[in-house]
């Protein structure tokens, strides 16, 4: 008779075989993106565009805004003129 080992008769290891392989292949890529995500890309592209960075100027120009020391109308014109600096 033949002697088909482990692989029985229809040949099925030779099937799920490389399908666990790459199974495995795949959660440890994911485990290990999981366990340590990259920080390309975390921000989206619109907002990182959207607006210039903030200057000390600025920064304690919306804390007086915060403290309620200036209005949003004295805000907007002095951030303003910040930025054509």
């Known amino acids: 008779m033949w002697d088909w ?6 040949g099925l290891m030779i099937v799920l075989v490389p399908i666990m392989v790459i199974g495995l292949v795949v959660v440890l890529v994911l ?8 920080d390309k890309g975390s921000k989206p592209r619109a907002e990182a565009q959207s607006e210039p960075p903030r200057t000390r100027a600025e920064e304690e120009l ?21 930025r054509q600096r």
């Open 5 to 10: 080992g482990y692989m029985g008769p229809d």
């Open 31 to 38: 485990g290990i993106n999981a366990l340590y995500p990259s």
């Open 62 to 82: 919306e804390l007086r805004y915060a403290r309620g020391e200036i209005d949003e109308d004295t805000l907007a014109r002095q951030r303003a003129v910040l």
